[in-house]
Structures are given as structure tokens and as C-alpha cells.
């Protein structure tokens, strides 16, 4: 059975510390990975990554996959409050549609 | 405009009730998606449209619904809910339907409680 897991489950950072997420998935026939942001409702679209060993950036926000190894990493550098959401890593596969992870739930403090 | 709309924003109904989720975008996407998420768990597909036509139904009971009634808009009707239904529903839309290559944008959600 496909599977996407995300670490780590929660994390409490203080405003300008750099974080890292991680997201492992066991897949067959692998299409695509996306980060998305969820604040309060509605997840927000970060990265769709599709080629290995290629670093996608949007400001304070980078992600890189690695195929090899099964895994992708969400960077945030400089984080602010704003930051603090629950991040969610999806995978693309076989079954044509996404399956997302569990999340890591990001609480910046002042 | 990039938004995709959810109404209504909560719902509380009982079992025997009858009611509908709505949800609009204006983006000329062609795919709408229902997602169901229970709190501190990922969303969870339910069903996919393509160009108005029913694609994916992920073995969803019948007492959800869905309706398309063109490429702009997506309802949920729900009918005999039991409380396990009782979720986050999420619309959302792509620009096509490649499955997982596309780029899903969300709405807010329907936050509905069954009593």
C-alpha cells in the first residue's frame, strides 16, 4: 500500500530559526510530490516536484526531492509567526490521484 | 480571481436531515475534487470530476452525493449522516485532470458537525 510519512509530527521554533520537514513516501509508479500550507482551512499550494536533485524556491521557502532515496525536504529559513501552520507533503502514484501525509505542525514563537 | 468558494462555512444537522455543500470556482478549471479531513488527520480524497463527469469515487457511502452541475460549480448533498461523518470538507479544483501532476487550489472548507 502507497504511504507518505512525514517528520517530525510537531515542532516549535522561534522566529528567525531555520527549519527542515521531512517527507518519506513507499510508492509504486511515482508521478509527482507537492507541499502545500494549511493555516486554518484551506491548504495552499508551495512546490510540485517531479525531477530528483532539483531545488525549487519561493522566497524563504525551498524544497529538493530525492528519488534515490525515496524523500523530499521543506526548508524554511528566517521563519516568522507567520510560518506556523500544519505543512502537508502529498504524492502522486499509481492510483492517479494525491495522497497526502499526516503534516508537521510548525508553531513559530516571538 | 483564484479563489475557490465554500458555502456554508459550518453546519450542524441532525441525522435525518437533508442539506448540500456548495462550492463555485471562476477559474475555467475543467476538475473538481471533494476532500474530507478529519481533525489532525490529511485529507482524504472522495470524489473527483472531470469536464462534469463523475471520474473517481473513492467507495464513498451513498449518503454523500455529488452533483456538478457545470464545469463552474460542485455540491455535496448529504442525507442520513451518521456522527462519524462529522469533518472538515474540502472542495477544490485543478486546471485539467492529469490526477497526480496537477496543481490543486482549495477552498476554506465546510466545517460540518452531525449530531
Known amino acids: 500500500e502507497d504511504k507518505v510519512v512525514q517528520s517530525p509530527l510537531s515542532l516549535v521554533v522561534h522566529e528567525g530559526d531555520t527549519v527542515t520537514l521531512n517527507c518519506s513516501y513507499e510508492?509504486?509508479?511515482?508521478?509527482?510530490l507537492l507541499w502545500y500550507k494549511q493555516e486554518k482551512k484551506a491548504p495552499t499550494f508551495l512546490f510540485m516536484l517531479?525531477?530528483?536533485?532539483i531545488e525549487k524556491k519561493s522566497g524563504r521557502l525551498s524544497s529538493i526531492l530525492d528519488k534515490k532515496e525515496l524523500f523530499s525536504i521543506l526548508n524554511i529559513t528566517a521563519t516568522q509567526t507567520g510560518d506556523s501552520a500544519i505543512y502537508l507533503c502529498a504524492y502522486g502514484g499509481a492510483t492517479n490521484k494525491l495522497i497526502f501525509g499526516t503534516g508537521t505542525l510548525l508553531a513559530v514563537q516571538p | 480571481d483564484t479563489e475557490v468558494t465554500q458555502t456554508p462555512k459550518h453546519l450542524v444537522m441532525g441525522m435525518t436531515n437533508k442539506k448540500s455543500l456548495k462550492c463555485e470556482q471562476h477559474m475555467g478549471h475543467r476538475a473538481m475534487y471533494w476532500y474530507k479531513q478529519k481533525a489532525k488527520k490529511p485529507p482524504e480524497l472522495m470524489f473527483v470530476y472531470s469536464y462534469e463527469k463523475l471520474s473517481i469515487n473513492e467507495s464513498v457511502p451513498s449518503r454523500f452525493s455529488p452533483e456538478c452541475p457545470n464545469s463552474s460549480l460542485l455540491n455535496l448533498h448529504l442525507h442520513a449522516l451518521q456522527p462519524e461523518d462529522s469533518a472538515l470538507y474540502l472542495c477544490?479544483?485543478?486546471?485539467?485532470?492529469?490526477?497526480?501532476?496537477?496543481?490543486?487550489?482549495f477552498g476554506s472548507g465546510t466545517q460540518l458537525s452531525v449530531l
Open positions: 477544490a479544483s485543478s486546471q485539467g485532470y492529469r490526477g497526480a501532476n496537477e496543481k490543486l487550489f
Open positions: 517531479t525531477s530528483s536533485g
Open positions: 510508492v509504486t509508479n511515482f508521478r509527482s
